[in-house]
């Protein structure tokens, strides 16, 4: 349970891991601000640790002064003039902290890893940021330029660090590791050819016809959904279509901005860190995780926060998709798939659709005689869903779920299973997930087939446990028990379903309480004839 809510939580962050640090001041585990204001006192702060022939604890402490203002997203600035002395001062920084994570030893850069990230991420760099002709030909000041130029040689620079750093990536220490795989992520739209480089090593020949089928056409399926989407969601004039100019960067900042010694770059595909990646091991997981935070982030910044991601059209994202399908039907969920693995299936939730290839994926290998293989199903399964409900909209789960998945799975386990833990576990998860259901949904697992199908055989189960969990299932989830209260002629004596039942408020249900009121109405026969049973058998 810690695990897990330890990964929500760096999802809801949406930004790095907690730092890890081992020299200079101890750090602070305090949210960084999304914006700052720039000054010369930020000015000053950020220059003081660049300055040359300090001593090792001195820059570390001016380092540690500085990360609160070159970690936050982006500064805020008076006029042209404070914009461009700002990008000049995060330059040279950037510049700085490439030459000093270079030279020193991993175990002592280990915030100067993330802070350069943080700064190679930063919103001053947005393409957005310049205005581009149709020919892709910048149309802004000189100084706007040749800061975007450097940029772009500082970006190449961090690249090859990054690739250097992955020769021994399986010695190093983890944040190294998310150092590469945030470089990788980042570069994966900024550089030419990096894309295509990382599908190929992902998803070679020998793989790509090995894969289920079946799998592959709900990923095909998938993709055209998201084409449609694309288009609904198209802006006129955006050369890049559904996609924010700001992600898919690399002809603006390739193409579009003058030469320079570094304007020739192309990925290297014989790079150590590809080898790495080609493993799917950790690298490969990290970096579809921060993958899946730059998407997410730069459509947020570029759209708005509730703006839907068409993650499939997306250049190289579904074959990404299908290498982690992949890897989560080959591997023992049981025993094969470390923490690192399971958060990584987390993220890859930011997509809605997912979560029901997921579901498939997972409870088709799980043996239901197995109590070990169905509980950690089960909790893991919860787990995804608790995620998906964090981060995705009422709206957006009725329109992307089918529920139907879920009855399959409890049918699967109710059905097949003669172990009561197991029938336990399967009505605890309907209990915890049973929010994702609303309108007809929510109408079909409690009529057409919790009730219809189950209600005698779990109303008047053996094992108390069981009949009381049923129960709960029906009181407190299939009726929202608030509303049965508010509808009840008398709640001094508890809660009384006529009311609520037959609608005879005389107000106009809205859809969820016409939803409850027909929930509770199917509920009071059910009951009723258990009832009848009774007494008759009472009579006899």
């Known amino acids: 349970a810690a695990a897990s809510s330890a990964g929500e939580a760096t999802i809801d962050a949406v930004v790095s ?49 500085a990360s609160v203002a070159l970690l936050c997203q982006t500064f805020v600035y008076a006029n042209d003039d404070a914009r461009a002395a700002g990008k000049r001062v995060l330059l040279d920084a950037w510049e ?20 350069l990230v943080a700064v ?23 100084w706007e330029i040749a800061a975007a130029v450097r940029m772009r040689d500082l970006l190449v620079d961090t690249v090859e660090l990054a690739s250097a750093k992955g020769e021994n990536l399986e010695f190093a220490p983890l944040p190294v590791a998310h150092f590469c795989a945030r470089v990788l992520a980042t570069a994966y739209f900024s550089v030419p050819n990096t894309f295509g480089i990382v599908v190929d090593a992902l998803l070679p020949q020998s793989l790509a016809g090995s894969l289920d089928q079946t799998l592959v056409a709900e990923v095909q399926a998938l993709t055209e959904s998201d084409k449609r989407l694309a288009q609904r ?9 559904a996609m924010p100019r700001n992600l898919v960067a690399y002809p603006y900042l390739f193409r579009g901005l003058p030469a320079s010694p570094r304007s020739d770059y192309c990925f290297d595909p014989a790079s150590p860190l590809i080898a790495e990646l080609a493993k799917r091991q950790l690298l490969f997981c990290l970096f579809l995780k ?9 459509f947020r910044v570029s759209r708005s926060p509730q703006s839907v991601v068409p993650f499939c059209v997306l250049p190289g994202f579904p074959s990404v998709l299908l290498v982690a399908l992949h890897e989560m039907g080959v591997r023992d969920f ?14 890859l939730l930011l997509n809605p659709y997912v979560l029901r290839l997921f579901l498939n994926t997972l409870f088709v290998r799980t043996n239901v005689h197995s109590r070990e293989s169905v509980i950690v199903a089960l909790d893991r399964a919860i787990a995804w869903f608790r995620v998906f409900m964090r981060h995705h909209s009422q709206e957006t789960i009725a329109n992307t779920f089918d529920p139907t998945v879920v009855h399959a799975v409890v049918a699967g386990i109710i059905d097949h299973s003669e172990h009561f833990v197991l029938v ?17 949904a929510r109408m079909q697992l409690f009529a057409d087939f919790l009730l219809k199908r189950y209600f005698c055989a779990l109303f008047c189960h053996w094992n108390i446990t069981v009949r009381g969990l049923f129960q709960h299932l029906l009181l407190y989830r299939g009726v929202r028990f608030e509303l049965a209260v508010r509808y009840a002629p008398d709640a001094r004596g508890g809660p009384m379903w006529s009311a609520f039942t037959t609608g005879s408020s005389g107000e106009i249900p809205d859809a969820e309480t016409a939803v409850d009121m027909v929930i509770a109405s199917k509920i009071d026969a059910y009951i009723g004839l258990v009832a009848d049973q009774a007494r008759g058998a009472e009579v006899a």
């Open 17 to 65: 891991p907690s730092r890890s640090y081992t020299g200079g001041a101890p750090q602070s585990s305090a949210k960084q601000p999304l914006a700052m204001p720039w000054s010369s006192l930020v000015a000053k702060r950020i220059a003081a640790f660049l300055e040359l022939g300090l001593e090792k604890d001195r820059r570390h402490y001016l380092f540690e002064k």
């Open 96 to 115: 700085f902290m490439l030459s000093w994570a270079s030279s020193e030893p991993e175990h002592e850069c280990v915030f100067v890893f993330e802070v």
């Open 120 to 142: 190679m991420r930063r919103r001053e760099w947005f393409v957005s940021e310049l205005a581009f002709s149709k020919s892709m030909k910048p149309q802004v000041a000189k």
């Open 233 to 241: 969601l198209a802006q006129s004039g955006d050369a890049a279509g």
């Open 290 to 298: 921060e993958l899946m935070i730059h998407i997410r982030f730069v």
């Open 334 to 347: 049981v025993r094969e798939q470390p923490s690192w693995f399971v958060e990584c299936t987390r993220y």
């Open 424 to 440: 336990c576990r399967a009505l605890h998860f309907v209990y915890t997930i049973l929010p994702v259901f609303s309108g007809t």
